[in-house]
Structure formats: structure tokens, C-alpha cells
């Protein structure tokens, strides 16, 4: 009986101690020149980085890496709003 109550214990702790998982994302439109593209994105950014300004710090040099300028991010969400953007970013969808 010990033994079950401390394990029931220590499991309860482990879970209570496990960082919480809040997920953010930001939804963003980019270009490329020569010849002009365009696409609207979204990604996954640091839970620190869950706001415009600081989701732009983290975007643009992931874009640029890939050969993207980043125009704008429009916003920055939880896990509940990315089936609503999934259609619309396609094949940029969690991508960057």
C-alpha cells in the first residue's frame, strides 16, 4: 500500500512539475523578387516571441534564409486558430 501511494505521489509531482506545452504561431505574408512572388505563411514561433513585434525578430531571418523577404506578420495565435489558416497558407503552412 505504501509503494502504490508513493508512486501515485511521484507520478502527481512529475506531471505538476512538466512545463506546460502553450503552443504559438504567427500567420504572415513574404516575397520573393525576380520574378515577384508572394505568399501568406504560417509558423510556429517561441512562446517568448508570441507577439507582432517579436514574432517579426524571429520570422524575418528564417525567410531570408529560405530566400523570402518578410513583409508583415498579421498576427499571433494559439493552437485553436491554425485549421481556420491551414487552406489558405497551403504549402506554407507551418513551413518556416
Do not use: I
Amino acid at each position: 500500500m505504501r509503494l502504490s501511494a508513493l508512486l501515485a505521489v511521484l507520478a502527481l509531482a512529475g506531471a505538476l512539475a512538466a512545463p506546460a506545452e502553450a503552443a504559438c504561431y504567427a500567420d504572415y505574408k513574404a516575397k520573393q523578387d525576380r520574378p515577384l512572388r508572394l505568399h501568406y505563411g504560417v509558423a510556429q514561433v517561441p512562446d517568448s516571441a508570441c507577439n507582432r513585434k517579436a514574432a517579426t525578430r524571429v520570422l524575418k531571418p528564417r525567410l531570408e534564409q529560405a530566400g523570402w523577404t518578410l513583409l508583415n506578420v498579421l498576427s499571433t495565435f494559439g493552437p485553436e486558430g491554425l485549421d481556420e489558416r491551414k487552406a489558405s497558407a497551403g504549402r506554407y503552412f507551418l513551413r518556416y
